[in-house]
């Protein structure tokens, strides 16, 4: 039973960090050329499975639009939501990225937030990603 429940962490570690770090990169990438953030569109980046797997969906909340992009202070843009329970992890909105305004010198910063008990367990660095 520990192996199939290694299993589980494993997997669903790499759907939820693999997607998020992608983003991050193409972010951080789209702000050092243009100072501000881009739509999930203008940057490049496509969520797995053009948005939900079998046991995900991912959701950009803010900049939703084709070329939509800001130079705004916190806003949330990558949302991931596991369809079932995961262990201890009830299905949700449980892993969220929002953004804070681009400073002075042209960086920018994330918040990685794990919202549902348990879910931390499967994901131990995702509040570390972006920092």
């Not at 079998?54 to 070329?67: I, S």
């Not at 939509?68 to 939501?81: D, G, L, P, T």
């Amino acid at each position: 039973m520990t192996n199939l429940i290694y299993n589980v962490k494993l997997v669903n570690t790499f759907f939820i960090l693999f997607p998020l770090t992608s983003y991050v990169k193409l972010q951080q990438a789209y702000v050092a050329e243009a100072n501000e953030y881009g739509s999930w569109k203008l940057i490049g980046y496509t969520a797995p499975n053009s948005g939900e797997t079998n046991n995900f969906e991912y959701t950009a909340t803010a900049l939703a639009g084709d070329g939509a992009s800001s130079k705004a202070a916190e806003a949330s843009v990558w949302e991931a939501a596991n369809k079932a329970k995961l262990n201890d992890c009830e299905a949700g909105k449980n892993w969220t990225i929002s953004t804070n305004a681009i400073g002075s010198n042209g960086q920018d910063t994330y918040k990685a937030e794990v919202n549902g008990t348990g879910c931390q367990a499967l994901t131990p660095t995702f509040d570390k990603i972006g920092q």
